[in-house]
């Protein structure tokens, strides 16, 4: 059995993996970690030599040594009661998530794709841009900062210009509305507010010009690349994210075989069976690793460019009941 961990209500990605499945004949179960507990219960209990575990779903009891292989796409926040007082919910939370963290650690269930410790430990930028560099790379110069003098010889330094961008979530909430902070270009308006970067860290980055960016999607052992015409559009020549992404011409790249070596080798030193990489192509032909996204968007690549990531996904996944592929 297969178990896919995610609020699918809320993942695109989640039923065309799961009509390939059914297509196959591969038996799983979809749990979202927001039904918990109100909805659904996970047990841990002793037997004379081991730990059983059992995950009830809509009255469905699954005994999860049948599981084979798991696959984590971000799955909702516990819904606790509304009973409870601030610190209740606090501490009830802190209490869920110990349950879950332990549970998700590797020793109850195989085959994670990928385990969830792994990839909170791979979106950290700052560890993965050590890695990338230490592997080989291509890393464009940047400083992480909240010295506003630093922050400020880093800028001059910078011919091309510099962008700035945020270390992990790129989303900020307000009362009355919700923001996106995409990649920007610095700007003599950011220089008027540079005193600012003493608040808190600060990723400033190198910019490079570019001829296309490229997303490399890496599925166990198999690589996708995808070459992204951002520059034929004011908005997405420095962050692609900023235009209607189904607007931009896709299509199918070759990477150079060591990039798609030193690729497979990044995803597997990080713990992961799967990442969705972003790196930029020069006009002088040289790629440059920007980031790993260990649990990133990659649904849109087919539904454009036609690539078999689905069927990929599924023989991955597949892979661990010791199914053959197809």
């Not at 990039?259 to 990080?270: A, D, N, T, Y």
Request: charged share 20%; glycine share 6%.
């Amino acid at each position: 059995m297969i178990l896919v961990i995610s609020n699918s209500e809320f993942d695109g990605h989640v039923p065309p993996v799961t009509a390939e499945l059914s297509r196959r004949g591969r038996h799983f179960v979809i749990y979202n970690p927001a039904t918990y507990p109100d909805k659904s219960s996970l047990t841990l209990e002793s037997s004379s030599d081991a730990i059983k575990a059992f995950l009830s779903i809509d009255d469905s009891l699954i005994d999860l040594s049948c599981v084979t292989s798991v696959w984590y796409r971000r799955p909702g926040d516990f819904a606790l009661s509304d009973k409870l007082s601030p610190e209740e919910d606090r501490w009830l939370r802190a209490e869920c998530r110990s349950l879950f963290q332990g549970f998700w650690s590797g020793e109850f269930l195989p085959q994670w794709v990928s385990n969830p410790e792994a990839i909170r430990k791979a979106s950290l930028k700052a560890a993965q841009l050590k890695v990338a560099m230490e592997m080989g790379f291509t890393v464009p110069r940047f400083t992480i900062t909240n010295d506003v003098d630093r922050a400020s010889r880093f800028i001059a330094s910078c011919r091309q210009g510099t962008i700035v961008k945020t270390l992990g979530n790129p989303s900020i909430s307000y009362p009355d509305l919700n923001g996106t902070i995409y990649t920007h270009l610095v700007s003599n308006q950011d220089m008027d507010l540079i005193s600012s970067v003493r608040f808190g860290p600060t990723y400033l980055q190198e910019c490079i010009k570019k001829r296309m960016d490229v997303r490399v999607t890496v599925i166990g052992e198999k690589v996708f690349a995808v070459g992204i015409d951002s520059q034929n559009f004011e908005e997405s020549s420095i962050d692609f994210r900023r235009s209607q992404i189904y607007t931009l011409p896709h299509h199918p790249i070759e990477l150079p075989r060591n990039l798609s070596r030193l690729s497979i080798e990044l995803v597997g030193r990080l713990g992961l069976r799967f990442g969705a990489i972003d790196f930029i192509l020069t006009p002088d032909g040289d790629y440059i690793f920007l980031e790993i996204n260990p649990n990133g968007q990659w649904y849109w690549l087919e539904e454009i460019t036609g690539l078999p990531l689905v069927a990929a996904m599924c023989d991955l996944l597949t892979a661990g009941a010791g199914f053959p592929a197809g």
